[in-house]
């Protein structure tokens, strides 16, 4: 029975969005539950029916500066500092981002500066404005929503690796236009329709940055390319271990909760990511990214297990309590060898 039938206030529009999210086959129904949202608040809008009680006029006016006609649909974000809304174009139906920065200058010169120039993982900015008491941003709508949703579980090392490209690649392309980002992270990372990953937000601060400890920003304090750098590290290493990053006794960075099959490679590129003093970190992502091609060639072509092993102990700093086990692995293995080929045989019998 079509739920429209049920009240005069639901719009029809909503009957073939129930009936495709109660689709007998899962193959048929909404995947992800994002397009099951749009699909509602389209309905909802469409049908004539107001999908938020607020006085929307403001946004949708704000909003028709960059897109001409265009439909409130819902309020994503709202907080003190600013908003974030969702809106739809009348007559493409497609939909926007439009970001409200109460009181701020932060981050307009950046999203006026990426309205102009374009790259295929930083989110597209149709246009920012301003006036006495607020900036305004409109940007494009990110479907799968960001990085900070995949942190429930550990993400597989490879994915990992083409998620940290893309923002590297991005990331190089904002520094070559001299603009930092200031405050990355996993919600800044959005994702799209397709998948692939979008820089956002470059040039804001978090609304809440000073109620939370800021896990993502460097150890110096201050917005550079070396400090964006970091706050990527500790994105990355944050989807391979479900963990911030951990350092040894040395200072040396530790991937002990990553997957067992990453390489050690991986960990190096991190290892100079999240350096704490910015004199060892990477300077520019074009770097990294170098380094980075090399991980997954020394992948295709794997060492023997017992030489990666070598170089591996080579390359640690020993300390006194490395060699005294090197020492005693050392003496119980001559003592084996000499028990297996009868030598403490034939020393015996020569004492007596």
Not at 168 to 187: C, V
Not at 261 to 285: H, K
Request: charged letters at 25%; one cysteine or more.
């Amino acid at each position: 029975r079509p739920v429209s039938q049920s009240s005069a206030d639901i719009p029809q529009a909503l009957d073939e969005v129930i009936y495709k999210a109660l689709a007998q086959h899962p193959e048929d129904r909404y995947a992800p539950a994002v397009e099951f949202k749009d699909a509602l608040l389209a309905a909802l809008t469409r049908g004539g029916s107001s999908v938020d009680a607020q006085d929307n006029s403001t946004i949708v006016r704000e909003a028709s500066r960059f897109l001409g006609k265009c439909t409130f649909l819902d309020t994503i974000k709202e907080h003190p500092y600013g908003a974030t809304y969702l809106v739809e174009d009348r007559e493409t139906h497609e939909l926007f981002v439009i970001k409200k920065i109460i009181k701020r200058e932060a981050g307009l010169k950046e999203a006026r500066l990426l309205s102009r120039l374009k790259h295929p993982h930083i989110v597209n900015i149709f246009g920012a404005d301003e006036d006495a008491d607020k900036s305004v941003v409109l940007m494009e709508y990110a479907r799968n929503g960001s990085l900070s949703d995949r942190l429930v579980r550990k993400m597989p090392w490879r994915e990992t690796v083409q998620v940290l490209r893309a923002c590297l690649e991005g990331l190089d392309f904002a520094h070559k236009n001299h603009i930092l980002h200031g405050n990355l992270r996993p919600s800044n990372i959005l994702i799209s329709k397709d998948g692939v990953p979008l820089l956002s937000d470059f040039g804001l601060p978090e609304h809440y940055a000073r109620n939370r400890s800021n896990w993502y920003g460097a150890p110096e304090g201050k917005k550079s390319i070396q400090a964006d750098i970091y706050s990527l590290g500790v994105t990355i290493y944050q989807l391979l271990t479900n963990q911030l990053p951990i350092y040894d006794h040395q200072g040396q960075l530790s991937l002990g909760g990553a997957a067992d099959d990453a390489p050690a490679s991986l960990g190096d590129v991190l290892g100079r990511m999240l350096a704490r003093n910015p004199v060892r970190r990477y300077q520019s992502c074009e770097v990294v990214l170098d380094d980075l091609g090399h991980v997954f060639d020394r992948t295709r072509r794997p060492l023997p297990k017992m030489s990666a092993w070598i170089l591996q102990w080579r390359a640690r700093r020993m300390g006194w309590y490395d060699w005294l086990l090197g020492f005693a692995s050392g003496v119980l293995a001559a003592l084996l060898l000499t028990y297996l080929l009868g030598w403490l045989d034939l020393f015996f019998q020569a004492s007596r």
